[in-house]
């Protein structure tokens, strides 16, 4: 089960942030008890805190409904985990190792990366491989590149961990688990005109700003904004494709999107927000829950687990209006919106001349 984007704060006892955690815990336990899952990855952007102490006790607050449920978890970093918590890479990954419940090898590189393999129970041999791979927080060179991308020093290991298995035990299913998305997601959609804003479409940012965006016949879910991939393309896709193991890779940061797509031979995929602290789109938040099967290798099924599904509309966050109207919309409600108020200013001052006309014959 993916979590994405849990955003989480300290303690803070303001009602809405207390109504924030409730309601995301609310998401946790119900996604939980209705898919049983064997793993909960944290897709980053996890949480923050002035100490170590506070960061801890954050994550503890985050990750209770997994203790409580005997479901253990892991996590990938997200950009905004280190600036949140404002300690270097290993001393988070410290306060990490020490929650309960966590999977987490010793065998993690200088950048944060590791590797968890899911074993076949008979043979102990691995039958599915996740690489959790960090992707750092925002570019040293901003000027081509607002978000960070994945190190060559990185994506060295990734090949060299998936040829150390493969030479063991021949290509292993390898799904890889990133918070920052890939550039190749914009292989899942094509350029638009921008009127398309008005049927599903969205405007690009960053380095697309400008452009206009829809997704790819036989991609699947919701695409409300243009992936926030780096402008830099290290060819990491280029690696995963080379390994011949990573079949998937699926990524957090963009809050509203969780569509999936196949580019190249390789399953694509986003997860949204599960959280209420962060913009969203109303009662959309979910889960991502993946399913794999030993039978069928190279094979997953995926779907999200949404609050409204899971909890129709009884959210403590958002107010019932504002839930239902974020939920219809988001993206597409801002261009409608755009569109009206264009057509308010053409159309106001005409009619307010108008009205002072007849307004001044009646005097008259
Ligand atoms: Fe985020
Ligand atoms: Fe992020």
Redesign the pocket.
């Known amino acids: 089960m993916l979590v994405g984007?849990p955003h989480c704060r300290p303690e803070d006892d303001t009602k809405h942030e207390q109504d924030v955690i409730k309601d995301y815990l609310s998401l946790q336990y119900a996604a939980l008890e209705a898919a049983e899952p064997d793993l909960v990855v944290l897709m980053?952007?996890n949480a923050g805190g002035n100490t170590p102490e506070e960061v801890r006790e954050t994550l503890l607050r985050i990750t209770q409904p997994y203790v409580q449920t005997d479901t253990p978890f892991t996590f990938i970093l997200?950009?905004?985990d280190l600036q949140y918590a404002g300690m270097d890479l290993k001393t988070l990954y410290r306060i990490y190792a020490s929650l309960p419940g966590i999977i987490m090898p010793e065998d993690i590189t200088d950048f944060g990366d590791f590797r968890l393999s899911v074993r076949d129970p008979e043979t102990g041999d691995p039958a599915l491989e996740l690489l959790c791979v960090y992707s750092g927080s925002n570019a040293e060179a901003r000027d081509y590149s607002v978000y960070d991308y994945v190190q060559p020093e990185q994506l060295r290991w990734i090949k060299a961990t998936t040829e150390e298995t493969t030479r063991r035990c021949g290509h292993v299913p390898t799904v890889v688990f990133q918070?920052?998305p890939v550039p190749e997601e914009y292989a899942l959609l094509k350029e638009s005109a921008p009127f398309v804003m008005l049927g599903g479409g969205v405007a690009g940012q960053n380095e697309t700003r400008g452009k206009f965006f829809t997704k790819r016949k036989g991609v699947e879910g919701y695409f409300g904004e243009a992936p926030c991939s780096p402008g830099y393309n290290s060819k990491e896709f280029e690696v995963f494709k080379e390994t011949g193991s990573v079949f998937a890779a699926f990524f957090?940061?963009d809050h509203l999107n969780d569509f999936v797509g196949m580019h190249d031979g390789i399953i694509l995929g986003q997860c949204k927000t599960a959280s209420f602290n962060v913009y969203g789109d109303g009662l959309r938040q979910g889960v991502r829950i993946l399913d794999f099967r030993q039978d069928a290798p190279f094979v997953l099924d995926t779907h999200m687990l949404r609050y409204r599904d899971l909890l129709g509309k009884k959210c403590r966050s958002l107010s019932g209006s504002i839930a239902v109207l974020h939920d219809k919309t988001s993206m597409k409600l801002h261009a409608f919106g755009r569109v009206g108020i264009a057509a308010a200013v053409i159309a106001l001052p005409p009619a307010i001349i108008r009205a002072a006309k007849q307004y001044r014959n009646k005097r008259k």
Do not use: A, L
Request: aromatic share 0%.
């Open positions: 984007d980053g952007d997200g950009n905004h918070h920052i957090g940061h």
